[in-house]
């Protein structure tokens, strides 16, 4: 993070610059500290500045200029959602910053720190990233302003977006523009339009071309048939409903991993390769095992409390095989489940006993979706056409391995120095009910006393808008939890997470959910109002007022009218109100 640190390695310059609107933390679940060992373990010496300053450029400037390009994240959370609540009132804290404090990044980082690069090094290729940059690549609704805003890659003018879970990219990245420097004549290259050019096509990333023509000339170009035509800005400006089918077509792209697309505005146009292929077992069991410090950069003097709750947590997996419409991690880190091996995470587990702060617990391990480690689909997700693998039903070609996982969460809960280990990743429950040992073996041996799930609503045409499960599965699964909790002679709780004012749901709905808790005598807390966050399907449905399908639906669009749905409820206190957000590797964090 510091000149003084580049002296000590020995390293007269940096090869690439990562600039993150997070505090650093050295721990994989950080995309950042991930990104840097990433780097670093295929050769590229690589520089990190944290929350800089963005009333002027010394921050960025303090390690010199890079060799090969700048990386810019706003952080693990889009910005806007990071500063605002769903009824738009200021945060008072952020999780991701030493002290716990508000204010430490810019509203829009990801824009803000891409115009800070261009300031303070000229001609150094810019590529933007992150959830930010990766929910906001295609035409969005932005809730905070309530007007749609064009790809983050033309706002920012970044010279490339890398979308999704970014480590083949970035290397990919690291590599052209290393080839293109030593190949160059000049040691002072400074030609941005050669960066441009070379970057083209890298999969899971997004460059901007004033001609269509450009594209049929990449060596790898599309053919017409593997090209998705998304509707223009100003076709979405003048017709809501097409944001809908852009929105459904990138997630398609996504799912079906093969195809490009492209969207225009105006004359310049967005195109959006395919997107990376899914780490293998061994890649992901190799980047795990880089030697992560799980901690904040020691320059830190206050506690970060996101690195606090999860720095004894392990990530088993990664991708989400439903498809809820008003989560990002599908259209983020894939639908296809990407699991470590299970020597890999006994290995991190032992190296986590011998950690300097290791009290004896584990917080979690888990992924998105604490149960689909291991999960495959055995069908080829390429020709599938559902919009995700769980609902209505789950697909037949969806393979678990919940016993496995009970074996696995068995042998690492015996590794000596480990006292605990919960699950606290939210479990699927359509999915746990089909297997009654897996309950029983969660219920009575990795459940801290309460366990989270994600039933969001009682109706279930809010939960079909939602992609959830139908109501009667979860009831079927809070029986197997009661009578397995009873059994083992164990006081324990579901808490259930909750979603009001969603498309779709009317306040008959609201009072139908409320009755429900009233008789089982629940006063539920995780009461999360519905924020329309930046390129999910709910937020299309938000904005247009119809469901996927077309057809209209209500909306509690107004704050007034997303009030009243909340307090039927939530007690009329802000911090009933704090909103949905994950942790930086997907799992849920708290509402
Ligand atoms: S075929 Fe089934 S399991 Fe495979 S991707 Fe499609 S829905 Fe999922």
Request: glycine letters at 8%; a positive charge.
């Amino acid at each position: 993070m510091f000149r003084e640190e580049m002296v000590r390695r020995c390293w007269d310059e940096l090869d690439v610059l990562l600039i993150s609107g997070d505090a650093y933390v050295d721990h994989p679940s950080f995309g950042v500290g991930l990104l840097g060992r990433w780097l670093q373990a295929h050769g590229f010496r690589v520089g990190i500045v944290a929350q800089p300053r963005w009333t002027g450029i010394e921050d960025i400037m303090r390690m010199g200029r890079p060799r090969l390009f700048a990386g810019v994240t706003a952080g693990a959370i889009d910005s806007l959602l990071a500063h605002y609540t769903a009824f738009r009132k200021k945060r008072s804290d952020d999780a991701y910053t030493p002290g716990g404090r508000a204010g430490a990044r810019p509203n829009r980082a990801t824009i803000v720190y891409t115009n800070l690069v261009r300031q303070a090094f000229p001609g150094l290729p810019v590529v933007v990233g992150g959830i930010e940059a990766s929910l906001r690549r295609a035409v969005h609704y932005d809730f905070w302003t309530d007007k749609l805003r064009p790809s983050i890659l033309l706002d920012s003018k970044a010279d490339l977006l890398a979308y999704g879970m970014a480590e083949r990219a970035i290397l990919e990245i690291a590599r052209r523009i290393q080839v293109l420097r030593e190949g160059s004549d000049h040691a002072g290259e400074r030609d941005a339009s050669r960066h441009l050019a070379v970057l083209r096509g890298i999969p899971g990333t997004a460059f901007a071309i004033s001609s269509l023509d450009s594209l049929w000339q990449l060596p790898n170009a599309p053919k017409n048939d593997e090209l998705l035509v998304l509707p223009s800005f100003e076709l979405i400006q003048s017709d809501a409903g097409t944001l809908m089918e852009a929105t459904l077509a990138v997630e398609r792209q996504v799912h079906q991993g093969v195809r490009w697309a492209v969207q225009s505005h105006g004359n310049r146009h967005v195109v959006l390769t395919p997107p990376a292929e899914p780490m293998t077992t061994e890649e992901l069991d190799a980047l795990y095992a880089l030697p992560y410090t799980r901690r904040p950069h020691p320059s830190y003097s206050q506690l970060i409390p996101a690195a606090r709750m999860i720095q004894f947590s392990v990530t088993s997996h990664r991708g989400c095989a439903g498809g809820c419409t008003f989560c990002s991690i599908a259209l983020h880190q894939g639908r296809e489940i990407q699991s470590r091996s299970a020597d890999s995470l006994k290995q991190e587990v032992q190296t986590l006993t011998a950690h300097p702060d290791w009290a004896g617990s584990i917080s979690d391990v888990g992924g998105p979706t604490a149960n689909m480690w291991g999960a495959r689909c055995a069908g080829g997700p390429a020709n599938c056409k559902r919009a995700d693998c769980l609902t209505p039903t789950v697909c037949r070609y969806f393979e678990t391995r919940e016993d496995e996982l009970v074996d696995l969460l068995r042998t690492l809960k015996a590794v000596p120095g480990v006292r605990h280990l919960r699950v606290a990743s939210g479990v699927r429950y359509d999915l746990a009910s089909e297997n009654i040992e897996y309950v029983k073996a969660l219920v009575r041996e990795f459940v801290g006393g309460q366990l989270k799930i994600a039933p969001e609503h009682r109706s279930d045409h809010v939960l079909r808008l939602m992609r959830k499960p139908r109501f009667e599965l979860f009831e079927q699964f809070l029986c197997a939890f009661d009578e397995q909790s009873h059994r083992a002679h164990k006081e324990q709780y579901v808490v259930p997470y909750l979603i009001s004012a969603f498309p779709g749901c009317t306040d008959d709905d609201m009072r139908a959910l409320a009755e429900w808790l009233r008789e089982r005598g629940w006063k539920p807390q995780q009461i999360q109002c519905f924020i329309p966050t930046p390129g999910t399907v709910a937020t299309a449905m938000y904005y247009a007022g119809i469901d996927p399908k077309g057809n209209p639906i209500p909306v509690a669009r107004s704050d007034k009218d997303r009030m009243r749905q909340h307090y039927m409820l939530a007690p009329k206190s802000e911090s009933a109100w704090e909103d949905t957000s994950q942790t930086p590797d997907g799992r849920r964090r708290r509402r």
